[in-house]
């Protein structure tokens, strides 16, 4: 954003703190102890500017709204003493990040491109057969309610709107495929199907999916999921911990994009990538 384009942000935010507590300029300036000619300068519409740090450290206070708001660097308008609790959250979730949080977000993310990082293989991809494997004596929620959940993260690809980048590292999908780990009793079937599955959802919603895969020996990334510039979610295990102050979810975005710039398999490649293992189980 450029400095008129800053101006003009801050011009029209500091106009709707003012209407929103029914106050004009000459109270503005005398609660901030500012000059009513500088208040004005400030709110002109023909030359909007910036104010010094001074001045905007003191309209900031007077109208118990954040600085960081006024300049359009975060979403939050509240005072800096509740910023910090309104933007980095708490939310209680099931054991497997498929629930009411995670679709609400991606819902409220419409349109925008939502940036993920799954725990292990991505749940929108997932069959039926996998969902029923890895919740099978499961005590937080039952296969049929993980299967649930996933159809309805599958149903947003269907929107015309959607796009959706995910990076998973290539030497899980590959442990996958031979069967490792909490895939070792895993019938060869299912994970066959799995691939086979993937390779063609993959190959029919691209290019608003679309699937990177990086080297694990090259990157390392936990698990989390940008919705838009809105909100950045980390998933911890029991909960998540969400971000929504701009610099926060920027760094998300932008850990996810070095990610992608050093993907071993390419999103174009994902597909055949995919069905390739499949031949080889």
């Excluded at 929103?20 to 109270?27: F, P, Q, T, V």
């Amino acid at each position: 954003m450029d400095k008129r384009d800053r101006a003009e942000l801050f011009r029209e935010r500091l106009s709707a703190a003012l209407r929103e507590r029914e106050l004009n300029r000459s109270d503005l300036a005398r609660a901030a102890e500012l000059d009513r000619s500088t208040v004005s300068q400030l709110l002109s519409e023909e030359s909007p500017r910036l104010p010094n740090g001074q001045a905007l450290a003191a309209i900031a206070s007077a109208l118990g709204v954040s600085a960081d708001w006024l300049l359009g660097l975060s979403t939050h308008k509240g005072a800096a003493a509740d910023i910090l609790d309104q933007a980095v959250q708490m939310a209680e979730t099931e054991r497997h990040p498929v629930d009411v949080h995670l679709l609400a977000w991606y819902r409220d993310a419409v349109g925008a491109k939502i940036r993920h990082v799954p725990a292990n293989l991505p749940d929108v991809l997932k069959t039926e057969a996998v969902l029923a494997h890895e919740y099978a004596g499961e005590t937080f929620r039952t296969p049929g309610q993980a299967i649930t959940g996933t159809r309805d993260q599958q149903a947003l690809l269907n929107r015309a709107e959607s796009d959706m980048e995910i990076c998973v590292s290539k030497e899980a999908l590959e442990a996958f495929a031979r069967g490792e780990g909490m895939w070792s009793d895993l019938p060869d079937a299912a994970r066959q199907e799995q691939l086979m599955v993937m390779g063609e959802t993959l190959d029919r919603f691209y290019p608003s999916l679309r699937l990177h895969l990086f080297g694990a020996n090259d990157r390392f990334s936990a698990p989390f999921t940008v919705f838009g510039q809105k909100w950045a979610a980390l998933y911890l295990g029991q909960r998540y911990l969400t971000f929504s102050n701009t610099r926060h979810v920027q760094l998300f975005s932008r850990h996810f994009d070095d990610l992608v710039r050093h993907a071993l398999v390419r999103s174009h490649e994902a597909s055949d990538f995919a069905t390739k293992l499949s031949r080889g189980i």
